[in-house]
């Protein structure tokens, strides 16, 4: 029988475990989403979001009701053009996918747009900047797209040197920062991003169902005239988050709050001692794994952040090792390859010491099954 009231702990790469004071922030008295109280903490979310990654008066950041899913799909209809600017060519995106979520980057832009699509299928593997390069040298796009964290693997892609390549030809530039925002040092400027995707529940360490885009306040405004979906239009809503301090439709108002909490928590940690935390866990973790006779899937540009492990060879059985670990407080989650492996992330508000945790009942589970 499984204990409801256990501190569980999430290893699978968002939502994530959060704190008390989190948890807490949700228990708040009722209020209506156009409140001036509500807006207030719109208001606090929206500046310190655009503060974690340097955008200053340049940059400004949207919020949605929804998952980064949502978020992405907004930038995605709201901001690539059917057509090069001023022509009726058709527009050539190019997305640099090595994973499930680059993938999914592909999927929203071919349903959203007229757009003529390029993709690199590098799936699992690490981008090529030669091969990227080569790429925009010949082909004439003017988007690019990728995902910063690819939890598909635990790969994390080179996107300062990505916007180098995307700025040097002239292209937009979108980044997927949904798992690694907050988790991650990294500037938008520096990086030379044009559109941020991320959200709440991976590591700002918040509550599911607030995702957020931060733009470039001259290439949003360019999107004044694209319009495809009524509830995600990123610039209509942008403008009414600025002018008003409110969402344009129902906001989840307990959910703000733990966000808000969420994002002080961050603030006061830092997102660089945050990472050093999550590397501390990661190589406790590899440590333990490798002691354990898991292999890892792959040790190339790592994110520190999640790994991939391949199934073991004998007496395996992926979802009875996860519902023996469920039983005792740990979530894992399965993988997205196309052969056996399952992932483990370190993400959350948790240490190295809940890593131990896990291993040390790991360990037991695998003792019970008698798969070593």
């Not at 340097?54 to 995605?76: H, K, N, Q």
């Not at 928590?265 to 794994?289: A, F, P």
């Not at 004998?314 to 740990?330: A, I, M, Q, T, V």
């Not at 948790?350 to 798969?371: D, H, P, R, S």
């Amino acid at each position: 029988m499984i204990d409801r009231n256990m501190r569980r702990i999430l290893l699978n790469p968002g939502p994530v475990t959060t704190s008390e004071a989190v948890k807490k922030s949700l228990l708040i008295p009722d209020n209506c989403h156009r409140e001036k109280e509500v807006a207030e903490v719109i208001k606090e979310i929206r500046e310190k979001l655009v503060k974690f990654v340097d955008g200053g008066d340049e940059y400004t950041s949207i919020l949605f009701a929804s998952s980064g899913t949502g978020a992405m799909e907004a930038v995605v209809t709201s901001v690539i053009p059917e057509a090069f600017p001023g022509s009726t060519e058709p527009n050539r995106v190019l997305i640099l996918s090595n994973g499930a979520y680059g993938n999914r980057f592909s999927t929203m832009t071919g349903l959203a747009s007229g757009a003529l699509l390029f993709e690199t299928s590098r799936f699992g593997k690490e981008l090529d900047l030669k091969e990227i390069k080569s790429i925009l040298e010949t082909r004439g796009f003017n988007s690019v797209l990728v995902v910063h964290h690819e939890t598909t693997t635990g790969i994390l892609n080179p996107i300062k040197e990505i916007g180098k390549l995307a700025k040097q030809y002239n292209c937009l530039y979108i980044v997927d920062a949904i798992s690694s925002f907050g988790g991650i040092p990294f500037s938008v400027k520096d990086c030379q991003i044009d559109f941020l995707i991320g959200t709440a529940n991976k590591c700002i360490q918040g509550i599911p169902g607030i995702s957020f885009v931060i733009a470039k306040k001259d290439e949003l405004e360019k999107t004044r005239c694209i319009c495809r979906n009524l509830y995600f239009r990123l610039f209509e809503e942008e403008k009414h988050q600025r002018e008003y301090g409110i969402f344009r439709y129902t906001a989840p108002v307990q959910i703000l709050y733990a966000f808000r909490t969420a994002i002080r928590e961050l603030e006061e940690e830092t997102i660089e001692k945050r990472y050093k935390r999550y590397c501390k866990s990661y190589d406790v973790l590899l440590n333990g794994m490798d002691n354990l006779g898991f292999k890892l899937y792959n040790d190339s540009s790592p994110s520190h952040l999640l790994a991939t492990f391949y199934y073991p060879d004998s007496n395996w059985n992926f979802d009875l090792f996860h519902d023996k670990l469920y039983e005792r407080g740990f979530v894992i989650y399965p993988g997205k390859l196309s052969f056996g492996t399952f992932r483990i992330a370190v993400m959350g508000d948790i240490t190295y010491k809940e890593i131990k945790n896990f291993l040390k009942n790991a360990k037991e589970v695998l003792k019970e099954m008698k798969v070593y």
